[in-house]
Nanobody, 122 residues
Framework: QVELVESGGGLVQAGGSLRLSCAAS????????MGWFRQAPGKEREFVAR????????YYADFVKGRFTISRDDAKNTGYLQMNSLSPEDTAVYYC???????????????WGQGTQVTVSS
C-alpha cells in the first residue's frame, strides 16, 4: 500500500506562484507514472499534468502549458508541481496520483492523495 501526501497549497494572489509536493510512502514510487489533477467546486476532476516513470516525458493540459512544470525525485519518493502565473481560474483542490499506466485517469487511479487546496485571489 502506498500513501500519498500533498503539501504546498495555500492562498496566493493572481500572478503568483506555488509549488506543490506529493510525498509517497513505500518503495514503488519510481515504478509508477505520476499525475496531478484538480477539482474546482461544482466541476469534475480534470487532468493537469503527468510524468513518466523515467521522468523523461511530461504531458500537460492545454490550460497549464507554459505555466506549470511537473517533476519527480525518485530518490526522495516525491513529485512536484511548480505553478507560475496563477489565475483565479486555477483555484481548486489539487490531487496527485500514482498508477502503473495512467490509462484510467482522471476517473480512477491505483493511488490518490488527499488533496491540497489552492486558492488564487484576483
Amino acid at each position: 500500500q502506498v500513501e500519498l501526501v500533498e503539501s504546498g497549497g495555500g492562498l496566493v494572489q493572481a500572478g503568483g506562484s506555488l509549488r506543490l509536493s506529493c510525498a509517497a510512502s513505500g518503495r514503488t514510487f519510481s515504478y509508477l507514472v505520476m499525475g496531478w489533477f484538480r477539482q474546482a467546486p461544482g466541476k469534475e476532476r480534470e487532468f493537469v499534468a503527468r510524468i513518466t516513470r523515467s521522468g523523461l516525458n511530461t504531458y500537460y493540459a492545454d490550460f497549464v502549458k507554459g505555466r506549470f512544470t511537473i517533476s519527480r525525485d525518485d530518490a526522495k519518493n516525491t513529485g512536484y508541481l511548480q505553478m507560475n502565473s496563477l489565475s483565479p481560474e486555477d483555484t481548486a483542490v489539487y490531487y496527485c496520483a500514482l498508477d502503473p499506466s495512467g490509462t484510467r485517469w482522471p476517473t480512477e487511479s491505483l493511488y490518490w492523495g488527499q488533496g491540497t487546496q489552492v486558492t488564487v485571489s484576483s
